[in-house]
């Protein structure tokens, strides 16, 4: 199974760059977002229906290919409409309010699986219907979708040379994995440890509360960006997250978790447009999409993916209080971080 996992993730921290840059080069979205709803639906049937180990293997490979890809796609797809828009004098839109969007469909798809008596326990043939069912519905969206490209994406494919990824990005990177690395005890444990240790079968209700927590500071999201900037928004979200973590240590109770999961709209809801921000500021619009893999996958996806693992070697030997609380840590090394180098960033 750990092996399995490892597999999913490392696929979702290099595939997605891999498609991203062909994404680039293409100038266009849709086609690559198309083709993680293929390999979404591909991966379901052998994945249920022939449970070997070297099938299941590749099947959530396909998965993560497809799963883990949609996101930077989708962000540089928003970043590039709103730009669009506005250099046509058509108006513009800002990413928060459309990310909000997104949330709202997790709250409605949290509480609708939860109403499910006994859901989690599906055998997989209905869990993978589900997920069928949701990606067909996504990849019919794309017909009605524009499909802007970046500008410089047509200079790119009429030979220009793309310009360099700027140091201060890979810098930033640094911060924004530091961050995530201090966010995967809670991505990754908290839904157990609310189980386990508290007895309590509230996990999709808590998880919709926390979606809902981000909903307000997304749609006020650009407003906090453009007075401080991306990074110190960033630093904001690290220090939210040191201040959760410590909750959820010290006050191992329903009010606790409850508390904790309202600074989410902190820790995700101000983070996830700074960061997007972060990168449409400092990486080349004819690289927009490999920047958007570069900060899902190496920014977030493998930082989860370390902590994780080791997390599940804490859990075992010292539980969930002392996963939460030695955390901290990563956190405030991201803060420390910044605060060397924030002349940079300006």
Same mark, same amino acid.
């Not at 293929?38 to 449970?51: G, T």
């Not at 993916?305 to 609380?325: D, K, N, P, T």
């Given at each position: 199974?750990?092996?399995?996992?490892?597999?999913?993730?490392?696929?979702?921290?290099?595939?997605?760059?891999?498609?991203?840059?062909?994404?680039?080069?293409?100038?266009?979205?849709?086609?690559?977002?198309?083709?993680?709803?293929?390999?979404?639906?591909?991966?379901?049937?052998?994945?249920?229906?022939?449970?070997?180990?070297?099938?299941?293997?590749?099947?959530?490979?396909?998965?993560?290919?497809?799963?883990?890809?949609?996101?930077?796609?989708?962000?540089?797809?928003?970043?590039?409409?709103?730009?669009?828009?506005?250099?046509?004098?058509?108006?513009?839109?800002?990413?928060?309010?459309?990310?909000?969007?997104? =949330?709202?469909?997790? +709250? %409605?798809?949290? @509480? /609708?699986?939860? $109403?499910?008596?006994?859901?989690?326990?599906?055998?997989?043939?209905?869990?993978?219907?589900?997920?069928?069912?949701?990606?067909?519905?996504y990849a019919l969206s794309l017909f009605v979708l524009p499909d802007p490209g970046p500008r410089a994406s047509k200079q790119l494919r009429e030979g220009a040379a793309a310009r360099r990824l700027d140091p201060v990005f890979f810098l930033g990177l640094a911060i924004i994995g530091l961050n995530r690395l201090a966010m995967a005890p809670i991505s990754s444990f908290l839904s157990l440890f609310v189980v386990e240790d508290l007895h309590w079968d509230a996990v999709g209700g808590l998880w919709a509360?926390?979606?809902?927590?981000?909903?307000?500071?997304?749609?006020?999201?650009?407003?906090?960006?453009?007075?401080?900037?991306?990074?110190?928004?960033?630093?904001? =979200?690290?220090?939210? +997250? %040191?201040?959760? @973590? /410590?909750?959820? $240590?010290?006050?191992?109770?329903?009010?606790?978790?409850?508390?904790?999961?309202?600074?989410?709209?902190?820790?995700?809801?101000?983070f996830q447009p700074a960061a997007v921000a972060f990168v449409a500021l400092r990486v080349p619009p004819e690289r927009r999409a490999e920047g958007m893999a570069a900060l899902i996958g190496l920014g977030i996806g493998l930082p989860t993916f370390l902590g994780s693992s080791l997390g599940g070697l804490m859990v075992e030997r010292f539980g969930y209080r002392i996963l939460f609380a030695s955390y901290i840590l990563f956190a405030v090394a991201s803060l420390a971080l910044y605060l060397r180098a924030r002349r940079r960033f300006d």
């Amino acid at each position: 199974m750990g092996l399995v996992l490892g597999l999913f993730e490392l696929t979702g921290v290099l595939g997605p760059l891999i498609i991203s840059r062909r994404a680039d080069r293409m100038g266009r979205t849709r086609p690559a977002l198309a083709f993680c709803a293929l390999a979404v639906l591909a991966s379901l049937p052998p994945l249920v229906m022939a449970p070997r180990p070297a099938v299941t293997v590749l099947s959530c490979a396909l998965l993560a290919l497809g799963l883990k890809t949609l996101l930077p796609l989708m962000d540089t797809a928003a970043v590039n409409l709103g730009e669009s828009l506005k250099a046509e004098g058509r108006g513009s839109w800002d990413y928060g309010k459309l990310r909000a969007i997104g =949330s709202f469909g997790f +709250i %409605a798809m949290a @509480l /609708g699986l939860q $109403a499910i008596p006994g859901f989690d326990r599906s055998p997989p043939s209905r869990i993978a219907l589900w997920l069928a069912g949701t990606t067909v519905a996504y990849a019919l969206s794309l017909f009605v979708l524009p499909d802007p490209g970046p500008r410089a994406s047509k200079q790119l494919r009429e030979g220009a040379a793309a310009r360099r990824l700027d140091p201060v990005f890979f810098l930033g990177l640094a911060i924004i994995g530091l961050n995530r690395l201090a966010m995967a005890p809670i991505s990754s444990f908290l839904s157990l440890f609310v189980v386990e240790d508290l007895h309590w079968d509230a996990v999709g209700g808590l998880w919709a509360l926390s979606a809902c927590s981000e909903i307000p500071l997304m749609i006020l999201s650009a407003r906090f960006i453009r007075r401080l900037g991306p990074m110190p928004v960033i630093a904001i =979200s690290g220090l939210s +997250i %040191a201040l959760r @973590l /410590g909750i959820y $240590a010290a006050f191992p109770s329903h009010g606790g978790v409850i508390v904790g999961q309202l600074l989410h709209s902190l820790c995700y809801g101000l983070f996830q447009p700074a960061a997007v921000a972060f990168v449409a500021l400092r990486v080349p619009p004819e690289r927009r999409a490999e920047g958007m893999a570069a900060l899902i996958g190496l920014g977030i996806g493998l930082p989860t993916f370390l902590g994780s693992s080791l997390g599940g070697l804490m859990v075992e030997r010292f539980g969930y209080r002392i996963l939460f609380a030695s955390y901290i840590l990563f956190a405030v090394a991201s803060l420390a971080l910044y605060l060397r180098a924030r002349r940079r960033f300006d």
